[in-house]
C-alpha cells in the first residue's frame, strides 16, 4: 500500500510544541511554585537553543535551497513563517505568565523582584554604593555617532539603549549599555527578612538608575532593554582541514559574530529607538519580539534554586543499586566480581551515578590488575571526577584512552580544555572519525585475572557527566560479556585507529548498521503478526524524525502491530490516522526530570528482544554519528524495561497524548480516579521497592 504524502509532521513545529509542554507545566497549579519558575527558565533556555540553531538552520536552507526534513512540499520560507509566528505566541505567552501569575505568587511567599522605585531609602542607599563600588568600574558605554559606528551586540547579552541629549549642542545622541554578564542577573537587596521576605533588583534596573553617573552632564532622554539572538550553529568542513581542533577553535570565533535571528525589546520601547535597533542590526520585523521586562527568563534560575522545601518537589534521594552495594557497612563494593557473576542495569537518576558508574571507573584507576581503559567523553562536568579518574589511570601507568568529542555542540570549547589536560597526563586522546560525531556511551576496561584479560564494560544512554546525571533520567548496562568486551574493542579500534568496520553481534553501530538493524527488527514484527505470533513494538526515545524508520512503523501499524512511542521532544509520526496508523499510540512525559534514555523492546514473537543506547531516531543520529545500541540478555532486565512502559502507557498515569494534527493533549483521569500519577515518582516508588539476589550468569 502507497503511504500517503502528507504522513509526516514538521520537526521545527514539533519542537515548539515539545516547548509548550514545558510551558504547561510552568502554567500548571499543581506544580510546587519553585518547579514552576524552573520550567519557565528552562523554557526560556530552550528557545534560544531553538532560534540559534534550527530557525538559523531554516534560513539557511533559504538561502541554499535545500528542502526541509519530513515536510514533503512544503517550502523553508513557508515554515520559517509559521516557526516564527507560533514562536512569537508562545514567547508573549510565557512572558504573561511570569508577570501575571508567577511573580505575583512568589511575592505572596515573601519573594519578591522589585523595581527601583518600589525599594525603600535604606535599600536605595546601599544598593547605590554596591553600584558605585563593583558596578561602575566595570561598564563600558558605547556612543554611536559619526565618529563611533553602531556597536557589536553579542549574541544572548542584555543591552541598554539609552537616548541622551547635550545641553550644549541641543543634540539628541545615542548609546548603548551592555549588561555585564559575570555579576549576578538579580542582585539580592537583603536575605530573608524577620518577615520572612527575600527581595531581589534586576541588574539592569541598578544600572539604568544610575545612567547619569556613566553620562555626567548629559540630559538621560530614556533607556529601554534589548536582546539580540544569533545564529551560532558551528559548521565545520572537517575533510579540509588537517587539524580539526584548530578549525574548530576558529569555528567557535566566528559563531560569536554570526547575524542576527532575533530582536527581543522592551514593551515600552519608543519608535525612533526601536527603527534604529531595526536598522543597524538589519532584521526583519518577523524577527522583533516586543515584550515585557525583564527580557530573558532564564535569569529565574537564580531563584529557583533556593531551598524552600514547600515550594519544591519532595527529595527523592538517589539511591544505590543493590547488586553494585557493598557487601559490608564501610566497605568498598567489590565490582569487578559482582559484574562477572551477572549484567547490571542502573536507572539514573534513581539509582546513584556517583556510586555506579563514577565509582566503577575510579576503582579501575586503582585497581592494580586493570591494565587498560578506553572510554569515549562526549559531554562532561567542568570538574569532573571521571576525566580525573582516567588521569589518575594515566599516572599509574596504565593504558589509557579517551574519545573526545570535541564537536559537542555548546561545550565545545570545554570539551577541548580537557582533552588538553588528558593529553598533558599520558592520556591517549583521539577525536574521532572525520565527518562524524561520536555520541555513543561507552567505556572498557581490561583487567588481569588468572593470567587472562577480562573485558568490563558499561554502555549507556547518557553521558559521563556526573552533574546531569542528578536530572537527566538515563539507562546504563555493566557487563563482563566476553562478546560485548571483544566487539567494544573493534570499535574503539576502528575509532582511533584505521580498522575496516564490521557488523557486530550484540551491538548496534551506527552509522553503517544501526538503522538496517532496527528495520529488521521491525519487519519481524510485522512477520509475526502475519504468522499470528506476539508481535509489538515499543520506543523509548528524544526525537524521532527518521522517514524510513516512520514508514517502518506505518507498516507495522497496518499489519496490526501494536506501536507504542514514548517521546520526548520532537515527533514526525502521526499516530492513530485510519489505513495508516491506527494502531500507533505516541506519550510524551515531562517532568522534575529530563527524560533522556533510548530504549527499544520488541515482542519478538515470544522471545524479547530489548535494547538501549545513545541513538535518537534522527537522521544525524542514524547517518553522522557514531552511536551504540546493546542488546539486554538478562531476562529481568527486560521485565524493568516492561515495567518502564506499562507505567508510561497506563491511563492513570499523568502524560501528553499526540494527535493526528500534531497538537498534544495533556491527559485526564479516568472514570473513578481522582488525581493521574506521577511516572517518574511511580519509577522511583518502584525501583526502590525492588529487591533481587546476585546470581551467577
Known sequence: MDLPADRYLDRELSWLAFNRRVLELAEDPHVPLLERLNFLGIFASNLDEFFMVRVAGLKRRIVTGIAVPTNIGVPAHEVLDTVLSEAKELQERHAKLYSEILKPALSKEGINILRWDDLDETDKSSLSEYFSEQVFPILMPLAVDPAHPFPYISGLSINLAVRIKNPKTEKNEFARLKIPAMIPRLIQVNRWQDDGSLTFLPLEELISNHLDQLFPGMEILDHHTFRVTRNEDVVVEEDETENLLQALEQELLRRKFGPPIRLEVADDIDQTTLDLLIRELRVGEKEVYVLPEPLDLSAMFQISGEQIPHLRYAPQVPLTSIELGPSEPNSLPDFFGVISKQDVLVHHPYESFSTSVQAFLEAAARDPKVLAIKQTLYRTSGDSPIVEALIDAAEAGKQVLALVEIKARFDEQANITWARKLERAGVHVVYGLVGL???????????????????????????????????????????????????????????????????????????????????????????????????????????IVDELIIDALYRASQAGVRVELLVRGICSVKPGVPGLSENIVVRSVLGRYLEHSRVFAFAGGGEPKYLIGSADLMHRNLDRRVEVLVHLTDSVHGEQIDEIFDIAFADTTSAWDLQADGSWVRGKPPQGVKHLRDYQEEIYNTISSRKRPIKAR
Do not use: W
Not at 564490521?502 to 538493524?517: C, D, E, I, S, T
Open 437 to 543: 560525531k561520536t555520541h555513543s556511551k561507552l567505556a572498557l576496561v581490561l583487567r588481569q585475572e588468572e593470567g587472562k584479560l577480562k573485558f568490563y564494560s558499561h554502555i549507556g544512554t547518557g553521558n559521563y557527566n556526573p552533574k546531569t546525571s542528578r536530572i537527566y533520567e538515563d539507562l546504563g548496562l555493566f557487563t563482563s560479556s566476553d562478546q560485548v568486551g571483544k566487539e567494544l574493542t573493534r570499535l574503539f579500534n576502528e575509532l582511533s585507529g584505521y580498522a575496516i568496520e564490521k557488523k557486530f553481534k550484540r551491538l548496534l553501530v551506527a552509522p553503517r548498521y544501526m538503522r538496517n538493524g532496527l528495520l529488521k527488527l521491525i519487519n519481524q514484527e510485522i512477520a509475526n503478526a502475519t504468522e499470528g505470533k506476539p508481535a509489538s513494538i515499543r520506543i523509548k526515545v528524544n526525537s
